[in-house]
């Protein structure tokens, strides 16, 4: 890679940094009351997928550890946010599912940060961030690749 592709990587990752920083800031802000960001992560991870899933698949999918997820599902769970059951074929995994209270928690946290990002779509043009989505998709889908 040349200086200029160097350069052009550093400036794209500092941007990506930058942006990612003000947002989870702004949407900490945004949450309802008692709700961080990781837990309301995690739920709208939980509302998109179908059935359950393993800490140790959440943990990847989020990138950290077992035992920061395990600490967040523990919040979510005595929150009655997500349900946690054994396997029933080995008693030392666990599986997670979304509860009916977890996807209404989850609705008024989008419903909170709605009009901030919504905002900022509408700043920027719905077409530029229409055109944004694919390379940020393939960003992210190559750096998981690298895991």
């Known amino acids: 890679m040349n ?3 160097n350069s052009l990587a550093i400036s794209l990752f500092s941007e990506i940094f930058m942006a990612d920083q003000l947002a ?14 990781s837990h309301f992560t995690v739920l709208n991870h939980l509302s998109h997928v179908s059935g ?4 140790a698949q959440l943990a990847k999918s989020f990138s950290v550890t ?3 997820m395990s600490n967040t599902l523990s919040k ?14 080995d008693a030392r995994r666990k599986f ?4 009916p209270s977890g996807k209404r928690a989850c609705e008024a946290a989008l419903t909170a940060i709605a009009p901030s990002v919504a905002g900022l779509v509408g700043d920027l043009g719905v077409e530029r961030v229409r055109a944004a989505l694919p390379i940020l998709r393939e960003l992210r889908v190559r750096l998981s690749d690298e895991s």
């Open 76 to 89: 979510l769970e005595a929150a009655g946010h997500v349900h946690i059951r054994p396997d029933w074929d």
């Open 96 to 99: 997670v599912a979304i509860s």
């Open 66 to 68: 077992r035992g920061a």
């Open 52 to 55: 359950e899933r393993s800490p």
């Open 3 to 5: 200086d200029s592709n």
């Open 24 to 37: 989870r800031s702004r949407l900490a802000k945004a949450l309802p009351r008692g709700m961080e960001l």
